[in-house]
């Protein structure tokens, strides 16, 4: 057998969910250098530069969110796959146990989080023979934030603000920017897009997927491909939707297309949508297993930092919150403010939503802030400590937010993406703010929890549960306030009349 082959998944699983691969710092760095630093995109892109080099230097998971581990590995001709499966989810359960990998992968039906990362469909690895000697193993982290902004198109179609998109390659072009339009910034942006023409509905979803595993620098050699890509790349960024969905020059930092041949009766556009976050690494393996190189990253380069400076950057107009907060305290907060959040926070994602709307709360949410997260945790002794916490999507709890803020007096709520018209009414009505934390962003918000206090819920899985945590200045942007107005609403509505100029 290969002895080495487990130390090298392992390796390769920690270096990608902790070390974003040379092609996705260069975009990021370009990005920042688009955005003016005192920006809301700006600010954003300067917690995330940070947040990448917290998460090399310290080891620790660049978002709490590692993903569906997803793995493309190449075998010779008569390599036992079936062995090489079992390590690498032996592997994958390793990772998890380290902290490495949050506990992801849940019963689809009750729920119940399985622990190590693995069940039924997770991980999925996909194996291919060729020709060669070697053993290649990819590996990409997607997270559940940016996956759910995926899409698939059958052409024709029509499309808001793009009217009709026909079966040609400016009808694809539509689908795919009606696809980041509807991201916004839920996905995370600036994210990367894969693309898929063609195929059916599985294989368009699975090339598409495939796309990522390009560098973000290199040229497609399909000239039609390369000429669509560029004029995507050329015309999002014009959108105005940028960095979280705050408005700004950089929404995407890559677009890769690449085509199937279909059924004459079908056409599909696939899109898979990755955020910043873009974890994804891949090795070459010796008749060892052992590591013989390593595939989008040189280790013998150094790792450039992408910024000089830590913690938060000041400019003296921030807004500063001790929780638990009064009515008067949001009240007084409009859209744009950005604020500094400390006192006790409480976490609470899907799980917790739909627990707080048939049973109380496990503690008093009076004046609380609640915060969209499921963190990375490890238990150090009889305590806990907390190694990634950034924000989750917030929209998957819309059904229920506007009731919890109103049955339980919640003020605050942190998270990503923002929320719907529910909750904006909610809002207004009883006297919260919607705070917009910077998605992925996990070693940055991780370091202004000064504690754990407590935790409630446990039974849904680490994730899921209710953490009570004290945090220190934790920054954030107030995107929906009391007074009826919500950024991303806006946003949404400025970028789409910007689609329709630039299409007409
Ligand atoms: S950066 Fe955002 S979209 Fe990406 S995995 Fe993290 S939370 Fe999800």
């Not at 290199?218 to 014009?238: C, F, H, Q, Y």
Request: some cysteine; aromatic content about 6%; overall charge negative.
């Amino acid at each position: 057998m290969l002895p080495s082959f487990f130390d090298s998944v392992l390796q390769l699983i920690v270096r990608t969910s902790t070390d974003l691969p040379p092609d996705v710092r260069a975009a990021m760095r370009l990005a920042r250098e688009n955005e003016p630093t005192e920006t809301r995109s700006g600010q954003a892109l300067t917690i995330i530069a940070q947040n990448i080099d917290l998460a090399v230097d310290g080891e620790g998971a660049i978002c709490q969110d590692t993903g569906m581990p997803t793995f493309e590995v190449r075998t010779p001709v008569g390599a036992n796959q079936i062995w090489m499966r079992a390590q690498i989810r032996e592997a994958i359960a390793e990772a998890t146990r380290r902290g490495k990998l949050r506990p992801n992968s849940v019963d689809s039906i009750t729920g119940a989080n399985s622990g190590d990362n693995l069940g039924p469909g997770t991980p999925i690895i996909h194996f291919e023979q060729w020709e060669k000697d070697d053993i290649e193993v990819k590996l990409i982290l997607k997270g559940g934030g940016c996956e759910n902004t995926n899409a698939q198109y059958s052409l024709p179609v029509e499309l808001p603000h793009l009217g009709r998109a026909d079966r040609t390659l400016e009808g694809v072009k539509k689908a795919i920017l009606h696809a980041v339009w509807n991201a916004q910034g839920k996905g995370c942006s600036p994210g990367a897009v894969g693309v898929c023409i063609g195929g059916d509905r599985t294989s368009g979803y699975t090339h598409a997927k495939e796309q990522l595993f390009r560098t973000l620098d290199d040229v497609n050699p399909d000239k039609r491909l390369a000429e669509l890509e560029a004029s995507i790349m050329g015309t999002v960024n014009n959108l105005d939707i940028g960095t979280m969905g705050f408005g700004g020059n950089v929404t995407l930092i890559g677009c890769k297309i690449g085509v199937l041949n279909r059924l004459p009766a079908s056409f599909f556009v696939s899109v898979a949508y990755d955020c910043w976050a873009f974890r994804r690494l891949g090795v070459v393996l010796d008749a060892s297993g052992a590591i013989d190189h390593w595939l989008y990253r040189d280790p013998s380069h150094p790792i450039i930092p992408m910024l000089d400076q830590a913690g938060f950057t000041r400019t003296g107009r921030e807004v500063v919150l001790q929780a638990p907060l009064g009515e008067a305290d949001v009240r007084s907060l409009k859209v744009g403010d950005v604020v500094l959040v400390s006192g006790p926070v409480f976490t609470g994602r899907d799980a917790v939503h739909s627990h707080l709307m048939k049973h109380d709360p496990p503690v008093d949410l009076r004046g609380s802030v609640l915060y969209h997260c499921g963190p990375v945790v490890v238990k150090e002794g009889d305590r806990w400590r907390v190694t990634a916490a950034g924000p989750t999507t917030s929209i998957r709890e819309e059904p229920y937010q506007g009731e919890i803020i109103k049955r339980y007096g919640v003020r605050a709520v942190i998270g990503k993406g923002g929320m719907g018209a529910k909750t904006l009414a909610a809002l207004k009505e009883h006297g919260a703010v919607y705070l917009n934390a910077i998605g992925g962003a996990a070693q940055f918000y991780a370091r202004t929890i000064e504690r754990v206090d407590d935790v409630s819920l446990m039974e849904f899985g680490t994730p899921e549960a209710m953490w009570h945590l004290t945090v220190k200045e934790f920054p954030a942007i107030v995107t929906m306030d009391a007074h009826g107005n919500s950024l991303h609403k806006d946003i949404e509505q400025e970028s789409g009349q910007h689609l329709e100029a630039m299409m007409a």
